[in-house]
Each structure stands twice: as structure tokens, then as C-alpha cells.
């Protein structure tokens, strides 16, 4: 017979299902934090001069607005 393996979940995966179990309101505070920390960090990389602060500050955004989502889904478990 064949035995299943267990699929080892990534670190990013196991920290999202983390949060995704918290209250609301620890949720909403996660979420403010998260919302004006990247998007200031990432606004001003993204109005730097050059190309790769500008190509960095849009991937800090994208990675921000990923995060906040995944928080707010149910989780699947």
C-alpha cells in the first residue's frame, strides 16, 4: 500500500492560518497597522527615483494587500 505523505505547509501558510483564527478586533487592529505601515513604506519607495525602489515600493503594496485579504477569509481548516 501506499502511504500518504503529510504535506509540510510553508511558514507564510501557517503564519496566515495563525491570524486567521484571531477575534475580529484583533483583526481590524492587524489590519490598520498593516494598511498604513506598508502603505506608507511602500508609497514612498514607489515615489523614489529610481526604477528599483519604484518596482520594490509596488511589491511591498501587492504583498500588503495580499496579507489583508488572507486575513479576512475564513480559513479552510
Same mark, same amino acid.
Given at each position: 500500500?501506499?502511504?500518504?505523505?503529510?504535506?509540510?505547509?510553508? *511558514?507564510?501558510?501557517?503564519? $496566515?492560518?495563525?491570524?486567521?483564527?484571531?477575534? *475580529?478586533?484583533?483583526?481590524?487592529?492587524?489590519?490598520?497597522?498593516?494598511? %498604513?505601515?506598508?502603505?506608507?513604506?511602500?508609497?514612498?519607495?514607489?515615489?523614489?527615483?529610481?526604477? $528599483?525602489?519604484?518596482?520594490?515600493? $509596488? $511589491?511591498?503594496?501587492?504583498?500588503?494587500? *495580499? %496579507?489583508?485579504?488572507?486575513?479576512? *477569509?475564513?480559513?479552510?481548516?
Amino acid at each position: 500500500m501506499e502511504k500518504k505523505r503529510k504535506k509540510k505547509k510553508s *511558514w507564510l501558510k501557517r503564519q $496566515v492560518s495563525k491570524v486567521q483564527i484571531l477575534p *475580529w478586533y484583533w483583526k481590524l487592529v492587524f489590519s490598520v497597522l498593516i494598511f %498604513f505601515i506598508c502603505g506608507a513604506l511602500g508609497m514612498q519607495l514607489f515615489t523614489a527615483p529610481d526604477d $528599483v525602489s519604484m518596482i520594490l515600493g $509596488v $511589491v511591498v503594496i501587492v504583498i500588503a494587500l *495580499w %496579507f489583508l485579504l488572507q486575513m479576512w *477569509w475564513r480559513s479552510e481548516e
